[in-house]
Antibody
Framework: EVQLVQSGAEVKKPGESLKISCKAS????????IGWVRQMPGKGLEWMGI????????RYSPSFQGQVTISADRSTTTAYLQWSSLKASDTAMYYC?????????????WGQGTLVTVSS | DIQMTQSPSTLSASVGDRVTITCRAS??????LAWYQQRPGKAPTLLIY???TLQSGVPSRFSGSGSGTEFTLTISSLQPDDFATYYC????????FGQGTKVQI
């Protein structure tokens, strides 16, 4: 059974760094792209980017390029989303999700979400 | 960026109604479109991919159609579980979501 289990909720101050995780299981981690989706409070879904753990090929939305870093660790079958300096506007629910097809595609499996709150 | 525009933003309906949601792309995306359902407080779930292919396990009352720049999601007979927000997603090049359509009573 494919499972994506995300790390728990975070409360941070502006300017702090953060790395949230998405632990994958039930399939071959290196063969499928994993992506991240942001949902700000009361708002819609925003595609942030994806990574292919097989060769670490990474694609970012222009809106998020340079703002976040997507990475993966093949030894722990975990994908990550990280910020070097958080802003209040980063407050949102973040979902990881796994594609089934190659390249940029739709998300078949989703994690439960990680709520990030950034407040002074 | 390819922009996706969904209409309507909110839709009021009753159990048993036929419901149609439209998604328009700012340029042709062929059939590279998916639809998702999101219930409050939950992660989205995939309903349809490649514009018209029903995801395994999704009830047959859901259907998708379209190609190029105009797409529709149809629910043939609305059920209580279907009151939720629906999003389209294009995946031609990079990806973007529509702004969502809330289906409410």
């Amino acid at each position: 059974e494919v499972q994506l289990v995300q790390s728990g909720a975070e409360v941070k101050k502006p300017g702090e760094s953060l790395k949230i995780s998405c632990k994958a299981s039930g399939y071959s981690f290196t063969n499928y792209w994993i992506g991240w989706v942001r949902q700000m409070p009361g708002k819609g879904l925003e595609w942030m980017g994806i990574i292919y753990p097989g060769d670490f090929d990474t694609r970012y939305s222009p809106s998020f390029q340079g703002q976040v870093t997507i990475s993966a660790d093949r030894s722990t079958t975990t994908a990550y989303l990280q910020w070097s300096s958080l802003k209040a506007s980063d407050t949102a629910m973040y979902y990881c999700a796994r594609q089934t097809a190659r390249g940029v595609s739709y998300f078949e499996y989703w994690g439960q979400g990680t709520l990030v709150t950034v407040s002074s | 960026d390819i922009q996706m525009t969904q209409s309507p933003s909110t839709l009021s309906a009753s159990v048993g109604d036929r419901v149609t949601i439209t998604c328009r792309a700012s340029q042709s995306i062929s059939s590279w479109l998916a639809w998702y359902q999101q219930r409050p407080g939950k992660a989205p779930t995939l309903l349809i991919y490649k514009a018209s292919t029903l995801q395994s396990g999704v009830p047959s009352r859901f259907s998708g159609s379209g190609s190029g720049t105009e797409f529709t999601l149809t629910i043939s007979s609305l059920q209580p579980d279907d009151f939720a927000t629906y999003y389209c997603q294009q995946f031609s090049g990079l990806s973007t979501f529509g702004q969502g359509t809330k289906v409410q009573i």
